[in-house]
Structures are given as C-alpha cells and as structure tokens.
Nanobody
Framework: QVQLVESGGGLVQTGGSLRLSCAASGLTFSTCAMGWFRQAPGKEREFVAA??????YYADSVKGRFTISRDNAKNTVYLQTNSLKPEDTAVYFC??????????????????WGQGTQVTVSS
C-alpha cells in the first residue's frame, strides 16, 4: 500500500529555515504528483505547494520563500522552507496522487497522506 513518511520538522526562530522530507513507497514515484499541505491549530488544512514532473505550484503565502523539489532516485519529495514566520507554524502534511488533481489546492482531491511533521516558528 502507499506509505508517506514526513520528517525534518522542528523548532526554529523567525527568519530561519527547515527542509522537510517525505519518503514515499507503494506507488510509481517518478510519475506521481506530490504535494505539501499544512494545518495550524484551530484552522483548516491548507495547500502549500505541489509538484508533478518539473512543474511546481505554490500558495501565494509561501511563494518566494518555500521551494518544493523531488528526488526520483530516492522516492522523496522535499519542501525547503526559508524566511520562516510565526504564521508558518503548523503540522505539515505530505500528499500524493497518481495524477495532479485538477483542483490541487483542495485536500479532498488527494488520495494519499502522511502523518505530518510539526514546524514551530518562534518570534
């Protein structure tokens, strides 16, 4: 079955950086779409970034600060987060699907999810 395992979260000061990783198994990684979402306390889960092949997509709130990338040899997708702000504090989730969903910002469009990794940005 499909398994997604996130890592790389932690506590960082405002302006700092973290690199999140998501290791995938159980699907043909090189051709699938991968995404990152986040959920802050008391808020709904929201889209952060997605990648399929070499095409990338970002939420306006992270554009220019976050970079999504993938290493097909390692079946891993990354989210490089720079210039972090306290409002970036959330649990970050990895998502996958065999095709990029037509409305990729909608969580219901993605079939596979990881358990999440906590990112906390202190002010």
């Amino acid at each position: 079955q499909v398994q997604l395992v996130e890592s790389g979260g932690g506590l960082v000061q405002t302006g700092g950086s973290l690199r999140l990783s998501c290791a995938a198994s159980g699907l043909t990684f090189s051709t699938c779409a991968m995404g990152w979402f986040r959920q802050a306390p008391g808020k709904e889960r929201e889209f952060v970034a997605a990648i399929r092949s070499s095409n990338t997509y970002y939420a306006d709130s992270v554009k220019g600060r976050f970079t999504i990338s993938r290493d097909n040899a390692k079946n891993t997708v990354y989210l490089q987060t720079n210039s972090l702000k306290p409002e970036d504090t959330a649990v970050y989730f990895c998502a996958a699907d065999r095709l990029l969903p037509s409305d990729y910002v909608q969580i219901q469009q993605w079939n596979y999810w990881g358990q999440g990794t906590q990112v906390t940005v202190s002010s």
